[in-house]
């Protein structure tokens, strides 16, 4: 499949903002100390480390915001596996605008590699199987549509992007409602019905009771192998099953292998470490 680009309105506020927060009130005052105004510098944008680069239109964004007159020739696209050293793109114009500008687009690109990075290595850890990786609502407050972007690239799937797109029943909904039935329930008679509807369940006798009430998909939290394999021999395609709770690259594997449809997790967001892209004076 395709990996199609954010638009362009949902990029800028963020890049705005971060340019903003670099900025302050008074700019660059380094490089406009130092470097005449009408210097002009190539540089070159490289990986350091191994990965998955995501993040490209955020990081040249970052460039044309702070001048136009900043060229950006990309030689990868989003989505595609770098080895150490391989160059991403060449970045050529005003020297002043260019260092302005470089923190914001390499904070960016390198952030959203590393998550486009660790969801590539569970996808490949899954390959073979049914499921797919799928990332969740922990995410970087204002940076939710630019990381849930970064997990397609590295070849996961999203989860409901917020609260207002999709139903999904927690522990807590529970317990106020007072069981999964009436949760579910009450869920059925509150939202339209183009809107789909989770329960999270911990035990198999709250699976059965979601299934009898027809919930659309089960998510299947912190439950072992044999567990799930029984989950999924019950609901027998009649419901979305889903993973969740302590997926890592080891367990991964052995998770998928019980034939869940999905691996919800969480840390590919809010804890993927950065991948480490330098831009080098050429």
Known sequence: MTLASLPRLVIEPAVRTALSEDLGLAG???SAAVITA???SRFVMA???PGVIAGLDAA???FLLVDPAISVTRHIEDGTPVKAGDVIATIEGPSRALLTGERTALNFLGHLSGVATVTNDIVKTVAGTRASVVCTRKTTPGLRALEKYAVRAGGGMNHRFALHDAVLIKDNHVAIAGSVGE????????VGHMVKIEVEVDTLDQLREAMEIGADAVLLDNMTPDELKEA???VDGRAITEASGGITPATAAGVAASGVDLLSVGWITHSAPTL???LDFE
């Open 276 to 278: 480490d892209i330098g």
């Open 47 to 49: 990986a350091r480390n």
């Open 28 to 30: 660059d005052i380094t």
């Open 38 to 40: 009408d210097h002009r």
């Open 232 to 234: 999924v021999a019950f």
């Open 60 to 62: 040249e964004l970052a």
């Open 183 to 190: 949760a579910i329930r009450r869920a059925k008679t509150g």
